[in-house]
């Protein structure tokens, strides 16, 4: 490969891969894919674009803020990038499709902890691309779901037009250039900018909002926020028009371990291990490595480093270290310095369940029960919904007894059913979710509970009435039926909605009266923690499930008992708790059926 940066950046790759830049397993996975990319002969590779890119933004934009390690000033100093955003750039500018001009990478996601120059790199990458494909009337947007988060990247690129314009591209004349910052958009245009236009604008809001714009280059900035992979997918449908088209998902790790974003990283990591082709996909993820059940060192400055690309840069290792220690000492505070500056999904601190426990299990035992392999959420509802069908018809198939378990909703809000049952040692949860579609929005935005997701995912529907009819339930249990589930009994605490027991009664089905006595929902909370924690349980992936189990908080009595409610008003734990339901009425049937083997071979 040729380049003015080509040597720098292929040493980067290398050094990454060879341990001379410390880095984590993804990004090592990262470095060696790219490198391969290189040498296969798969693409043709062109590093004019990407020169062009990285000399742009190195000769055009400057600090507007800051400081360096040595408290020396940065404003109005040339942003000079640094190898690993270098890097970034080869790594989506550089594959070419044999003898046309068409780019290989058309989606990214650069995943980096906070302080790392994020925010200012996204400002400068959307300056330099746009300029890039001027020729095309290029127009690039940046989006964030906050207006301030917005606001930094419209800033930066204000002060580089108002203040350093002409220090970099000569042939710019000043009325040539318009600039918006009020109420109705905050934007940056050029119609005749060396014989092409550029259009960049920072926008807000979900993406719903912005249905109908038309663009080739998006930047979803903070994905973590995103409540459900539909607002990403409306962002990169905006760019369908466009060949050389590129969507970047930008984000550190947020607080929801089972939501879009944490798919994304883990659909990313797949492709960086080879599990996953998709050579249209770059990705740069930053994290501290994790064990086996999702723990992280997170006093080690060694994780420190592997975590944070800019380490030495922006991140001061001292105040890193310090960091680390009020995290050690105050639990409180620890959650975020994992999420925020280690860049690693955890469960609230409050939450008894070790979320990464459970993904493995039901990984590793859905391998053992082979089931087929679950389709990337890009691939859309019509896929997500087959691979469910295709799913339930072979789990149907299997020679197991199935207990059922309700949690029945006050009125309008989150009503679930479960039925469990056990295959050769592995127990297995299959769920269901209602939710009154009037009020789903509101509950989705003020709870963020991600219910369209669940939706697309065919976990959950939206019921057409302000409150969840039991009849719906009802009906779920008598398909599943259909389906060739044998459903032996469900349990049910009957003083909630009679109807929905007289219901179940007429519809044939053996509902047994189940109070909510903490000493019985015990052993099918046990029962549930002792097979994830062995990698028997399998819950077809239902991020519904993983939403639940990370909201349970425990407390653990001195009989080794445990009495569990959800860890915050906001909520919700319903799917776990009729989980549980089912669980208990699978054990006190099996434990009745040996209680009478017993007694006849007497």
């Known amino acids: 490969m040729t380049g003015k940066y080509a040597a720098e950046v292929v040493k980067y790759a290398q050094d990454v891969v060879d341990g001379a830049v410390i880095a984590g397993e993804d990004r090592i996975l990262g470095c060696k894919r790219f490198l391969k990319m290189l040498e296969d002969g798969r693409y043709e590779v062109n590093a004019k674009d990407a020169d062009f890119v990285i000399g742009a933004i190195e000769r055009t934009f400057k600090h507007r803020q800051g400081q360096a390690l040595d408290g020396t000033p940065m404003r109005g100093k040339p942003f000079l990038l640094e190898p ?15 003898g046309t001009k068409e780019r290989v990478v058309k989606e990214s996601l650069i ?51 108002t203040q350093n314009w002409y220090n970099g591209m000569k042939e710019a004349k000043a009325d040539g250039w318009k600039l918006l910052n009020n109420n109705m958009a905050h934007s940056i245009e050029h119609k005749n900018l060396g014989g092409g236009s550029l259009h960049l604008e920072a926008l807000a809001g979900n993406a719903g909002a912005h249905d109908s714009f038309n663009c080739n280059i998006v930047i979803a900035d903070e994905i973590h926020a995103y409540k459900s992979p539909e607002e990403y997918s409306r962002l990169k449908e905006a760019t369908k028009a466009y060949t050389n088209k590129l969507i970047i998902g930008i984000s550190t790790a947020g607080d929801d371990g089972t939501g879009f974003c944490a798919k994304h990283v883990e659909y990313c990591r797949s492709v960086l291990k080879g599990v996953s082709q998709d050579d249209a996909l770059f990705a740069f993820i930053c994290k501290a490595d994790e064990d086996d059940a999702g723990g992280v060192d997170y006093l080690d400055p060694i994780q420190h480093q592997k975590a944070n690309p800019n380490y030495g840069v922006t991140i001061r290792p001292k105040e890193m ?21 280690l860049n690693v999904f955890v469960s609230s601190l409050r939450a008894y369940f070790n979320l990464a426990e459970f993904q493995t299990s039901n990984r590793e035992a859905g391998a053992e029960l082979g089931m087929p392999p679950t389709p990337h959420y890009s691939e859309g509802e019509k896929a997500l919904m087959a691979w469910r069908e295709e799913a339930l018809a072979k789990l149907s198939k299997l020679k197991v007894k199935w207990y059922g378990g309700t949690d029945l909703s006050k009125l309008h809000d989150l009503t679930a059913a479960a039925i469990y049952g056990e295959y050769k040692g592995v127990d297995i949860i299959i769920t269901h979710e209602w939710f009154p579609i009037v009020a789903a929005t509101a509950k989705a935005d003020e709870d963020k509970i991600p219910l369209f997701g669940w939706k697309d995912e065919g976990h959950l529907t939206m019921t057409n009435a302000p409150i969840t009819n039991h009849a719906d339930v009802v009906a779920w249990y008598l398909d599943m039926k259909k389906r060739g589930f044998n459903i032996r009994q469900i349990g049910h605490d009957r003083k909630f909605c009679r109807e929905y027991f007289t219901g179940m009664k007429k519809a044939g089905f053996t509902v047994v009266d189940q109070p909510q006595l903490h000493y019985k929902k015990n052993e099918g909370f046990r029962r549930i923690e002792a097979k994830a924690k062995s990698k028997k349980l399998y819950y077809l992936g239902s991020t519904a499930f993983e939403y639940c189990i990370s909201n349970v908080r425990a407390v653990e009595k001195t009989d080794d008992a445990v009495m569990y409610e959800k860890a915050a008003e906001n909520k919700r734990i319903d799917v776990f708790d009729c989980s549980v339901f089912a669980a208990i009425r699978m054990l006190e049937d099996q434990e009745k059926s040996e209680n009478a083997g017993k007694w006849l071979n007497e």
Not at 86 to 93: A, H, S
Not at 321 to 341: C, G, L, V, Y
């Open 84 to 98: 690993w955003q270098k890097y970034c750039v080869y790594g989506m500018l550089i594959f070419f499709y044999h």
């Open 321 to 341: 270290e310090r960091e680390a220690q009020i995290a050690e000492s105050d639990p409180q505070k620890r959650k975020d310095f994992i999420t925020r500056s």
């Open 111 to 161: 995943f980096i902890p906070r302080k790392n120059s994020k925010t200012f790199f996204i400002a400068a990458l959307s300056w330099g691309l746009g300029l890039l494909e001027r020729m095309s009337g290029s127009k690039v947007y940046v989006v964030a779901l906050v207006l301030k988060q917005a606001m930094e990247t419209f800033d930066n690129w204000e002060y580089n037009l």
